[in-house]
């Protein structure tokens, strides 16, 4: 069964960058909109930006201005770069893809921003 691997995370100081990866593991079928969702300790899982299969983006308040998210629809892999990230940042990250097959998630990936 195809997986979803994350990559990227760790530990950064307030107004640091990241950028995290998300590849399938083998080949999938034809993918639709991908996204990367968050979960913070004790919170329920969010989503943080959604981009279509056409690259339009939708951004959550609380990241926009700081996240790109770009996706390389030749590899199927997505793609969120973190700028000027601050503590209530720190959270599980977690990939979402959209094929016309079903949903997949990626494993998560830890991300901790120090103050």
């Known amino acids: 069964q195809v997986q979803l691997v994350e990559s990227g995370g760790g530990l950064v100081q307030a107004g640091g960058s990241l950028r995290l990866s998300c590849a399938p593991s083998?080949?999938?079928?034809?993918?639709?909109?991908m996204a990367w969702y968050r979960q913070a300790p004790g919170k329920q899982r969010e989503l943080v930006v959604t981009?279509?299969?056409?690259?339009?983006?939708n951004y959550a308040d609380s990241v926009k201005g700081r996240f790109t998210i770009s996706r390389d629809n030749a590899n199927n892999t997505v793609y969120l770069e973190m700028y000027n990230l601050k503590p209530e940042d720190t959270a599980v990250y977690y990939c979402?893809?959209?094929?016309?097959?079903?949903?997949?998630w990626g494993q998560g990936t830890q991300v901790t921003v120090s103050s």
């Open positions: 979402n893809v959209k094929t016309d097959r079903g949903t997949l």
């Open positions: 083998g080949s999938i079928f034809r993918v639709n909109a």
């Open positions: 981009i279509s299969s056409g690259g339009s983006t």
